[in-house]
Protein backbone atom coordinates (compact mmCIF):
# COMPACT_ATOMS: atom_id res chain seq x y z
CA UNK A 1 0.00 0.00 0.00
CA UNK A 2 1.29 3.55 -0.53
CA UNK A 3 1.97 5.62 1.79
CA UNK A 4 0.97 9.17 1.78
CA UNK A 5 4.47 10.38 1.15
CA UNK A 6 4.79 7.78 -2.10
CA UNK A 7 1.59 9.84 -3.51
CA UNK A 8 2.90 13.08 -3.57
CA UNK A 9 5.88 12.29 -4.63
CA UNK A 10 3.91 10.66 -7.39
CA UNK A 11 1.45 13.80 -7.73
CA UNK A 12 4.60 16.46 -7.73
CA UNK A 13 6.44 14.07 -10.93
CA UNK A 14 3.23 14.37 -13.01
CA UNK A 15 2.77 18.04 -12.34
CA UNK A 16 6.35 18.31 -13.68
CA UNK A 17 5.50 16.26 -16.15
CA UNK A 18 2.33 18.14 -17.29
CA UNK A 19 3.80 21.87 -16.89
CA UNK A 20 6.95 20.35 -19.29
CA UNK A 21 4.61 19.77 -22.13
CA UNK A 22 3.30 23.68 -22.08
CA UNK A 23 -0.37 23.97 -20.86
CA UNK A 24 -2.51 26.46 -22.69
CA UNK A 25 -5.33 27.70 -21.14
CA UNK A 26 -8.57 27.84 -23.60
CA UNK A 27 -11.65 29.85 -23.78
CA UNK A 28 -14.25 27.86 -21.38
CA UNK A 29 -11.21 27.47 -18.73
CA UNK A 30 -8.86 24.91 -16.95
CA UNK A 31 -5.24 23.76 -18.67
CA UNK A 32 -5.10 21.49 -21.43
CA UNK A 33 -1.86 20.11 -22.93
CA UNK A 34 -1.31 18.15 -26.03
CA UNK A 35 0.07 14.79 -25.41
CA UNK A 36 0.99 12.77 -28.57
CA UNK A 37 -1.58 14.98 -30.74
CA UNK A 38 -4.22 14.82 -27.91
CA UNK A 39 -5.03 17.40 -26.07
CA UNK A 40 -5.73 16.52 -22.55
CA UNK A 41 -6.44 18.49 -18.42
CA UNK A 42 -4.71 16.90 -16.14
CA UNK A 43 -6.43 15.08 -14.06
CA UNK A 44 -7.39 12.75 -17.52
CA UNK A 45 -3.86 12.81 -18.54
CA UNK A 46 -2.53 10.93 -15.89
CA UNK A 47 -5.31 8.77 -15.41
CA UNK A 48 -5.28 7.76 -19.02
CA UNK A 49 -1.15 7.57 -18.27
CA UNK A 50 -2.05 5.29 -15.21
CA UNK A 51 -4.04 3.11 -17.40
CA UNK A 52 -1.94 2.55 -20.17
CA UNK A 53 0.53 1.37 -17.41
CA UNK A 54 -1.20 -0.46 -15.45
CA UNK A 55 -3.88 -2.17 -17.47
CA UNK A 56 -3.39 -5.87 -18.32
CA UNK A 57 -6.37 -7.43 -20.63
CA UNK A 58 -8.56 -10.90 -20.29
CA UNK A 59 -9.42 -13.01 -22.50
CA UNK A 60 -12.78 -12.16 -22.16
CA UNK A 61 -12.70 -8.40 -21.79
CA UNK A 62 -14.61 -6.51 -24.57
CA UNK A 63 -12.95 -3.11 -25.26
CA UNK A 64 -15.22 -0.50 -27.20
CA UNK A 65 -13.46 2.27 -28.76
CA UNK A 66 -15.66 5.63 -30.33
CA UNK A 67 -14.92 9.01 -31.19
CA UNK A 68 -16.88 11.30 -28.84
CA UNK A 69 -20.39 12.26 -29.59
CA UNK A 70 -20.98 9.18 -31.92
CA UNK A 71 -22.78 7.25 -30.65
CA UNK A 72 -20.95 5.83 -27.46
CA UNK A 73 -24.42 5.25 -25.22
CA UNK A 74 -25.84 3.71 -27.75
CA UNK A 75 -22.99 1.29 -28.49
CA UNK A 76 -22.81 0.88 -24.92
CA UNK A 77 -26.18 0.17 -24.43
CA UNK A 78 -26.34 -2.50 -27.03
CA UNK A 79 -23.02 -4.11 -26.02
CA UNK A 80 -24.51 -5.03 -22.71
CA UNK A 81 -28.00 -6.16 -24.35
CA UNK A 82 -25.92 -8.43 -26.44
CA UNK A 83 -23.46 -9.80 -23.96
CA UNK A 84 -26.47 -10.50 -21.02
CA UNK A 85 -28.93 -11.49 -23.77
CA UNK A 86 -29.39 -14.90 -22.17
CA UNK A 87 -28.80 -14.00 -18.31
CA UNK A 88 -31.76 -11.38 -18.19
CA UNK A 89 -35.32 -11.43 -19.46
CA UNK A 90 -36.35 -8.19 -21.49
CA UNK A 91 -38.28 -7.24 -18.32
CA UNK A 92 -34.78 -7.44 -16.04
CA UNK A 93 -32.33 -5.61 -18.43
CA UNK A 94 -29.92 -4.21 -16.46
CA UNK A 95 -30.59 -0.98 -19.07
CA UNK A 96 -33.75 -0.54 -16.89
CA UNK A 97 -32.74 0.81 -13.62
CA UNK A 98 -28.82 1.63 -14.93
CA UNK A 99 -27.39 4.26 -16.91
CA UNK A 100 -24.95 2.58 -19.78
CA UNK A 101 -21.98 4.62 -18.51
CA UNK A 102 -22.59 3.13 -15.41
CA UNK A 103 -22.96 -0.72 -16.67
CA UNK A 104 -19.82 -0.38 -18.99
CA UNK A 105 -17.42 2.53 -17.35
CA UNK A 106 -14.73 4.66 -19.22
CA UNK A 107 -11.26 2.90 -18.65
CA UNK A 108 -9.38 6.00 -18.38
CA UNK A 109 -11.74 7.88 -16.12
CA UNK A 110 -12.69 5.54 -13.08
CA UNK A 111 -9.34 4.08 -12.12
Known sequence: MSSSTEVEQKDDHFEE?????????PIEGGLLANYQGVWFDA???????????NFKANE???ILATMPKSGTTWLKALTISIVNRNNHSVDESP???SN???????LEMYL
Open 17 to 25: FFQRLQPKK
Open 100 to 106: PHYLVPF
Open 60 to 62: SDI
Open 43 to 53: DLLQATLTFQK
Open 95 to 97: LLF
